[in-house]
């Protein structure tokens, strides 16, 4: 089953499937997803959504079934072939905690300089970048704290401008709002939903809360707890 | 040979004959461990010790002469009162000799012993490498720094330069083993992360862990000079420079009143770096107990 009807997809599953244990998380997933695309990856806590999102990025590979991404000029590439270009938001941030926002932040830009240009610090221009961005995510003023000094929503925001700073051409966010206020969870998922909408970068983005899955996803990917692999995608119609 | 007894079968409050089912069941009774429970590796070990003590009883037992103990310590004693002050410029002058000793033999031996210590991490390296890495290490460390030392005084004569090189080698051997476990104690999820998002292998490393293990090698490092100083007031007995050859002149001499004043020189600098050292690991161990909560 095709899912999303495009002429040239971004991302494109075929067949694809994975398990865990003696259980189907999914499998039979068929998606072609147009460039700069909103999904959001909705279902139940162990479901495989978190799974889902490590096959598209090639951290994890699949029982069955492969990923495709396709480039700008529309050569195929395998995901872990591509990761430099593929800004992922973990559940868990996976940030440096000894390290200052700033740093943590410029790490999104670590695939695009070779080791030693990095060992003496990062441009001027990109450090400047990612303070724009922190500031932009109300950060500016901690910059230059430790990660372990702030707050779980702080951590999460500094994550996500991680991935705004690498500009990726793919956003994979695993509940990048799930420790935030209301007015920060719409300005997150408003730049996620601007990134798309404007810079053709598509963003997949597990979240847990339906009014927001409308407000700002284009397509929902659900997954069901059955344990059969069940999985469904439907177009969400914006009022 | 009859079966052991099934748990249904044992004895016990639940299942004896004379249990009322009308009444509620007896708490279970908390067991006695086993003698072979208590065999943990604490108890064992602690048990090892007691047995070398004994075994050990023999070293006390002196030259078998009768010797006056407490006289004796108390003359030798008074030889250092009052400490000859007069030669504080040449203490001076080589208590600084010795703080270059152990900074420089320290310094060396931090560059010696990070790729050492990546190499022995076993997060970080192959299996034959960290055991070729451990084992250098291991045979480093079982030279003593006095040994060390005279190998440098048979390299390069009697100077601070064959100190320097004395205490490179021993450091290398304590430096490496701790950036070891410094590097293991990283969580190397955030390494795999910064690789997911396109950093390479250098780049997660110098990121990913790096970041986490500074606070832990810069406190090992401060440790090590604070080591490298007492140290480097010692190695000069072979020759190597610093207070040990003023303390070996004046040892040959008899010329205690002026030792107890290097002795005095030493102790006011290692007390002054202890408080530094403890004031400066306190700090980063604060940071780091935030980072683990």
Redesign the interface.
Known sequence: MTAVATPLPHIAARGLGLMRGDRWLFRGLDLDVPRGTFVAVVGPSGVGKSSFLACL?G?LPPSEGHVELYDRAGRCHAPAAV??????V?Q?N??????TLL?NVL??R??????WR??IGFPRAERETAYRILCDLGLGTKVNR?V??TSGGEQQRTAIA??LL?E?DLYLADEPVSNLDAYLTGRVLGILRQEAAQRGRTVFCVLHNAELVERFAEFVLSFDSAGDGAWKLRKVSHA | MSPPPSPASAPGPASGPAHNPSLPPEPPRLPDPRWYERLNVLNVSLLLFLLACFASAPALRGSGRELDYAGNLKRFLGYFFPPDLSVWPETLRALGETAQIAVMATAFAIVIALPLGVAGARTLSPAWLVGAARMTLNGIRTVPSLIWALIGVAIVGANPLAGVIGLTFYSVGYLGKFFSDAFESVDMEIARGLRAIGAGRIQAFQHGVWPHAKPLVWSYVLWMIEYNLRSAAIIGYVGAGGLGVQLAGYQEYYQWEKFATVLLFILVLVTALDFLGEWIRGRITRKLTRVRS
């Open positions: 990025a951290l990761r430099g270009s593929t800004g992922v973990f868990n996976l940030l440096v905690p000894t390290s740093n790490c999104g670590l695939g695009r300089h070779p080791w990095t060992l430790w372990c000094e991680r991935a690498q990726p």
